[in-house]
């Protein structure tokens, strides 16, 4: 039995009035490719943003490795293993790649000459290497996106929250990308992928979790969520 390695649960998340997320619950094994779904608004990011200590949710709790990390701040929540991308891609722009990256290493690695290494190694993976001494604000948006993925690699995550990193890319873009996730996946990192591009989430992941105002609408893998009534009818609206 593989081992429960993330446990979202009955997490709930207000902005004021409006409840962003709705006693939400889910379950992550070690090595598993989880994609997470939803229209616009659904709740998705602030997923990732409670998961990842940005936000503290008013109930429920988050629990990784079988530690309750509800609360604990950003730079904890990173040490024990929780890396995320960002969905508007946000690079120190007038650092080179390279450096990018060891700002990366460093939260994990504080010894200079290894965070180098470890930075370099994580280059060679997502294909930038040839890149690194490039400013980060000169690459186009596929190399940007490469980027963001290797500055939360550069922390050694076991758990990689992926926000919408197909985005803006044309098809042969997200076939190669996903083609790196997937490699980084047989290295034994578990992943969320939060996507709007279908054929990204479908091809990479091996279940998926619905999220629609706030709430778990359906969960099951590709093929039984894409056919799911209530999914289509929260992607399409109401039809008559
Ligand atoms: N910091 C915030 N302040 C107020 N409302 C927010 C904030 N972050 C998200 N929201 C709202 O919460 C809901 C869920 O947003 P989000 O998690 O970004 O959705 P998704 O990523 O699924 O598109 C939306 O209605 C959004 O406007
Ligand atoms: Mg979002």
Do not use: C
Request: no cysteine; net charge positive; glycine share 8%.
């Amino acid at each position: 039995m593989a081992e429960t390695l993330l446990r979202v649960e009955n997490v709930t998340k207000r902005f004021g009035g409006l409840v962003a997320l709705d006693n939400v619950s889910l379950e992550v094994l070690r090595g598993e490719r989880l994609g997470l779904i939803g229209p616009n608004g659904a709740g998705k990011t602030t997923l990732f943003n409670v998961i990842s200590g940005i936000y503290k949710p008013e109930k429920g709790r988050i629990v990784f490795k079988g530690v309750d990390i509800t609360g604990w701040p950003p730079h904890k929540i990173t040490r024990l293993g929780i890396a995320r991308t960002f969905q508007i891609v946000r690079p120190l722009s007038n650092l080179t790649v390279l450096d990018n990256v060891v700002v990366g290493a460093l939260l994990r690695e504080p010894d200079i000459s290894r965070a180098r290494e470890k930075a370099l190694e994580v280059l060679e993976t997502v294909g930038l290497y040839e890149k690194r001494n490039m400013l980060a604000k000169d690459l186009n948006l596929v190399e940007k996106k490469r980027l963001e993925v290797a500055r939360a690699l550069a922390t050694s995550p076991e758990l990689l929250l992926l926000d919408e990193v197909a985005a803006g890319l044309r098809p042969r873009e997200v076939d190669e990308l996903v083609g790196t996730l997937m490699e980084l996946s047989r290295k034994g990192i578990t992943m969320i992928m939060v996507e709007h591009v279908m054929r990204a989430v479908m091809n990479f992941a091996e279940r998926i979790v619905v999220l629609h105002f706030g709430r778990k609408i359906a969960e099951g893998t590709p093929k039984e969520v894409a056919n799911n009534p209530q999914v289509i009818e929260a992607y399409l609206g109401p039809q008559d």
